[in-house]
């Protein structure tokens, strides 16, 4: 009965369920409407004040707009009046000024002479007033004042009067080390400037002097001009440096041996041992030949010498025929005249191998320069300077090499010659001295 009772209860909420679902989704789908509304009513007066405000800004960039329009309208016809008015001006002033255009371009041409006139000048120094007026012309755009010619005018008497002094000063020097300080040093007029070391070079860019590398001999310093009185001769380069740096340039006898490379040293190590040799020959021959002038004053004393062994022959054995003497004297005199001539041969030879070696040196030399040329082409002389120096100054030191040694081998030959006369006259003398001798025994002999 409960289980008959209970049925018609499922069966009454099962048809009820549906509908009370569906009215809770359209109450929900209300709501969500009405918030969306909401939303969008809340984006669409934000995009009104964004639009408000895009507007305001763009009126005021129109605004903005209108008005630089109008001043530039205002500008350009500011422009446009003053233009005219400095064509007017420029008009006015051309007329005006008349030919002083043509002297300020006189002006300024001699300004620039002047310039170049005192770069380098000793008389430069210490001078700001003056260079700045050089400048001022020089970079000058219209006429220049009253105030800067007059400086102009004034500088260069001031330095004409410098030109005749003679002033002590300090100034900013460069050793030959490369070292800067402050030195002091004599003004000599516009000529040179001189500190104790010597002579300097004034580079007014950069207002420092700089220490020649190489004076001459006879060049001054500090102490020669305290010492030097009214009257006296000073050194002084004209060129006012040009000299000098050439000087500096001037190969010393140690660079010419250094240019001349293995073949130089060579050539020289042939002329010290020539000249070796001609120093012990030439010392040995006259040694021998005071010993024989010697042995001439007393020929009954035969000594230990040439002359001396050739009579010495003789008084050995007295009773000896003529021909054997005379075999025997020229045996002797042979073997002198070796003695004599000892040490020639070399020394003509190396008389003849030096410029021979010259020769080499210059043919290495052309062939090293013709390889620099090859490589680096002929544009810069500096790079071929090796090849050259090497061909030219061993071809001097192979020339130089010879000719004291084949004069040193004539001397000593002319030397061994008259020794070798002496020997052969004595022994013609003492042969005719034997057959004398021997004509007169048999002249006794025919007698008795």
Request: proline share 3%.
């Amino acid at each position: 009965m409960k289980g008959l009772q209970i049925a018609p209860l499922l069966l009454v909420t099962s048809l009820f369920s549906p509908l009370a679902i569906s009215d809770d989704l359209t109450k929900e789908t209300l709501r969500a409407q009405q918030v969306a509304q909401q939303h969008n009513v809340v984006r669409e007066s934000g995009f009104v004040a964004d639009e408000q405000a895009l507007q305001a800004k763009l009126d005021a960039l129109k605004a903005q707009q209108q008005r630089l329009e109008t001043e530039t309208t205002t500008l350009s016809e500011t422009f446009t009046d003053n233009e005219q008015k400095l064509s007017a001006l420029e008009e006015n002033l051309r007329l005006e000024t008349g030919s002083l255009g043509e002297v300020f371009g006189v002006v300024r041409q001699a300004t620039k002479e002047l310039s170049l006139a005192r770069e380098n000048r000793p008389a430069t120094i210490d001078d700001a007033a003056l260079n700045d007026a050089i400048e001022k012309i020089e970079n000058a755009k219209a006429l220049p004042s009253l105030a800067t010619l007059t400086s102009l005018w004034t500088g260069i008497e001031n330095e004409l009067a410098k030109s005749g002094e003679i002033a002590e000063i300090t100034v900013n020097t460069r050793n030959a080390q490369g070292v800067l300080s402050e030195t002091p040093a004599v003004r000599l007029g516009n000529i040179a400037l001189v500190n104790e070391a010597g002579y300097l070079a004034w580079h007014s860019a950069n207002q420092q002097a700089t220490q020649f590398s190489t004076m001459p001999e006879d060049g001054v310093n500090l102490a020669t001009i305290e010492k030097a009185k009214v009257g006296d001769f000073v050194l002084f380069d004209p060129t006012f440096g040009v000299l000098l740096d050439q000087l500096s340039l001037t190969p010393t006898l140690k660079d010419r041996f250094e240019q001349g490379g293995i073949v130089g040293k060579v050539i020289t190590a042939i002329l010290i041992i020539g000249l070796g040799i001609a120093l012990v020959r030439g010392l040995i021959l006259v040694k021998t030949r005071i010993s024989m002038s010697n042995q001439m004053k007393r020929p009954e004393q035969p000594g230990e010498n040439p002359l001396g062994r050739v009579l010495n022959v003789y008084h050995s054995e007295p009773d000896r025929t003529l021909d054997t003497l005379e075999l025997r004297l020229m045996e002797t005199i042979l073997d002198e005249q070796q003695g004599f001539e000892k040490g020639l041969s070399m020394l003509k030879l190396l008389a003849a191998l030096a410029p021979m070696l010259g020769l080499l040196g210059t043919v290495t030399g052309m062939i090293e320069t013709f390889q620099v040329i090859t490589q680096y082409g002929n544009g810069d002389p500096t790079v071929m300077a090796g090849g050259i120096s090497m061909a030219l100054v061993t071809t001097v030191m192979g020339l130089i090499t010879a000719m004291p040694l084949l004069l040193a081998h004539n001397l000593l030959s002319t030397q061994a010659d008259t020794m070798r006369g002496i020997l052969e006259k004595v022994g013609v003398s003492l042969v005719a001295e034997q057959s004398e001798k021997a004509d007169s025994v048999k002249v006794r002999k025919s007698v008795a």
